[in-house]
């Protein structure tokens, strides 16, 4: 899933990097003193998890983790997922330098919308199962959109894949069931653990949720 | 948290020492006989990749030729000029490899003269130039023991290693650290809306 050098026209690479400059930059100053060994630790798990690769399909899929780290990191996912897939790119070739950009959007935004569809909602749940089903559906929502993301680029980029986008599509959906299953059960071990983690991932603006 | 992370580290490892780790990654190998160009594409964990088309292109960008590997994800073609030919795969899903051979891997006798290498006058003079521009003798044995030796140096550059891993996951710590010695010389430390006095802040 991480794209490779030389598929994405430059206008595509331009916009995508400028954005994620951008969303790290949000995530950066949204980042608290208390929770940076917390984005360091998540972002190790996510370089990890995403080297692990199955093969099926013509390249492999992996797991991306991106629900969880939108769960507990909101904002700061950015840093960490950028962070993890520089040094991917660097150390192993995975996905390109130029790519970092598409690459990083289209894991961190899916993590950041699950944050702020559920995290609220995983706050104020009160059974480990509620907890386990809402982790569930970050896991599929954050996996389905980040293959939306990165159809969209390629499509921008004026290649022809609607034909392919459905197969990618197709060996992913199981993985994104094996992706919630994942997020579900790490989210409610650590409700059941540590749940001031799941109760505020960084500081909002709004000081609405800051403990 | 420690715990949750022990216990989440430790399967993941688990995974990673069972299971042969695989780059995620396209790649494509080929060498030349001198004459035809073969090679194969494969992917992670070895798995080759059947029935795709590979485009060839010269360093110009213009394209040569379009192949399909077949069945067993390999590929030949026949060289039309001495140039570097660059062989390029994309896949649907945004993954791509290359792999180029050189221009001097391909004794082209592609005029009219029959001969495939030129034999200069070796006089004192250009005994050292032709001892560097005279291709390899044509030796079946050497040829492929060189392919192999290929291979393997190209099944050492996929290999993930360890000790890469380690060393990214101590890249990730590192820069958290850094960050967090910054943040906390910044008003973002919980200490400094506190107003303690301490004389090191």
């Known amino acids: 899933m991480h794209i490779s050098e030389g598929i994405l026209s430059a206008p595509v690479l331009l916009t995508t990097g400028a954005a994620c400059l951008a969303a790290t930059g949000i995530g950066l100053a949204r980042l608290d003193y208390e929770r940076v060994p917390r984005v360091g630790m998540l972002a190790s798990a996510f370089f990890i998890a995403t080297l692990i690769s199955v093969p099926v399909g013509v390249v492999g899929v992996h797991l991306l983790l991106n629900g969880l780290l939108g769960l507990l990191l909101g904002w700061a996912a950015f840093p960490a997922i950028l962070a993890a897939l520089f040094l991917q790119a660097i150390l192993f070739g995975h996905g390109a330098l130029t790519t970092l950009g598409a690459n990083t959007i289209s894991m961190a935004l ?17 059974t480990s199962r509620q907890v386990f089903r809402l982790g569930f559906v970050s896991g599929v929502l954050a996996m389905l959109l980040s293959l939306i ?10 290649k022809e894949y609607r034909v392919a986008v459905a197969l990618v599509a197709s060996f992913h959906l199981p993985l994104a069931l094996v992706e919630g ?31 | 948290m420690t715990k949750f992370l022990v216990t989440f580290c430790s399967i993941i490892l688990i995974g990673l020492a069972t299971s042969p780790v695989a780059a995620h990654k ?32 010269s360093t110009e960008g213009k394209t040569l030729a379009t192949l399909t590997t077949d069945k067993q994800g390999n590929f030949q073609y026949l060289p039309t000029a001495t140039i570097d030919h660059k062989f390029i795969l994309e896949t649907t899903d945004g993954h791509a490899a290359q792999f180029t051979i050189k221009a001097d891997e391909i004794q082209g006798n592609f005029t009219a003269s029959s001969f495939p290498m030129p034999s200069p006058k070796i006089t004192n003079d250009n005994i050292k130039n032709t001892a560097a521009t005279t291709p390899p003798p044509q030796n079946p044995a050497l040829i492929t023991q060189v392919q ?4 393997d140096i190209q099944a050492l550059r996929d290999q993930t290693r360890l000790r890469d891993i380690i060393g990214g996951i101590g890249y990730l710590i590192g820069i958290a650290g850094i960050a967090f010695y910054f943040l906390g010389t910044t008003k973002n430390h919980p200490d400094k809306t506190n107003n303690t006095g301490n004389p090191d802040n």
Do not use: W
């Not at chain 1, 159809?151 to 004026?158: E, K, N, V, W």
């Not at chain 1, 071990?189 to 983690?197: A, D, M, Q, S, V």
């Open chain 2, 148 to 151: 192999h030796l290929r291979e």
């Open chain 2, 26 to 57: 396209l790649s494509i190998f080929a060498t030349t006989d001198g004459k035809t160009i073969t090679g194969y594409a494969y992917s992670a964990g070895g798995n080759r990749i059947t029935e795709h088309p590979i485009r060839i292109e």
């Open chain 1, 149 to 158: 993301i990165i159809s969209i680029f390629l499509l921008l980029s004026g």
């Open chain 1, 110 to 126: 899916p993590a950041v919308i699950c944050y702020y569809t559920l995290s609220h909602r995983i706050a104020s749940a009160t």
């Open chain 1, 181 to 211: 299953f994942v997020t579900g059960a790490a989210t409610s071990f650590l409700y059941k653990t540590r749940p001031e983690l799941l109760k505020a991932p960084m500081n909002s603006l709004r000081q609405k949720d800051t403990p």
